[in-house]
């Protein structure tokens, strides 16, 4: 039984950090994509930061870049995401996400609805 678990939310002023943690158990990690989603107010969810186990690859999403960073820890089977200058719009629900890689390939751009396994979600409030 696979099982993700994020931690690391919390409210934080404008300009500040946080690192969420992503910790994943169940099975090896190696053949996975792993993402991380969000879902502000209102908003739908969306894409943040994904990055393939095996290699360590990266891809952001345009909002994000240059601020946060998704890494992971292999010994410790966890992924984070470093979040730096936060915003109020990055204010949401943020979402770990993994999606089993089958094949040759294991591409990190996918949708949401690619995924297979999902945590239950850690609030982001960044305040002005």
């Known amino acids: 039984q696979v099982q993700l678990v994020e931690s690391g939310g919390g409210l934080v002023q404008a300009g500040g950090s946080l690192r969420l943690s992503c910790a994943a158990s169940?099975?090896?990690?190696?053949?996975?994509?792993m993402s991380w989603f969000r879902q502000g107010p209102g908003k739908d969810r969306e894409f943040v930061a994904a990055?393939?186990?095996?290699?360590?690859?990266?891809r952001y999403a345009d909002p994000v870049k240059g601020r946060f960073t998704i890494s992971r820890d292999n010994a410790k089977n966890t992924v984070f995401l470093q979040m730096n200058s936060l915003k109020p719009e990055d204010t949401a629900v943020y979402s770990c996400?993994?999606?089993?890689?089958?094949?040759?390939?294991?591409?990190?751009?996918?949708?949401?609805?690619?995924?297979?396994?999902w945590g239950q979600g850690t609030q982001v409030t960044v305040s002005s």
């Open positions: 990055i393939k186990w095996s290699d360590g690859s990266t």
């Open positions: 169940g099975r090896t990690f190696r053949r996975y994509a």
């Open positions: 996400a993994a999606a089993y890689c089958s094949g040759y390939g294991c591409s990190i751009d996918r949708v949401a609805r690619e995924y297979d396994y």
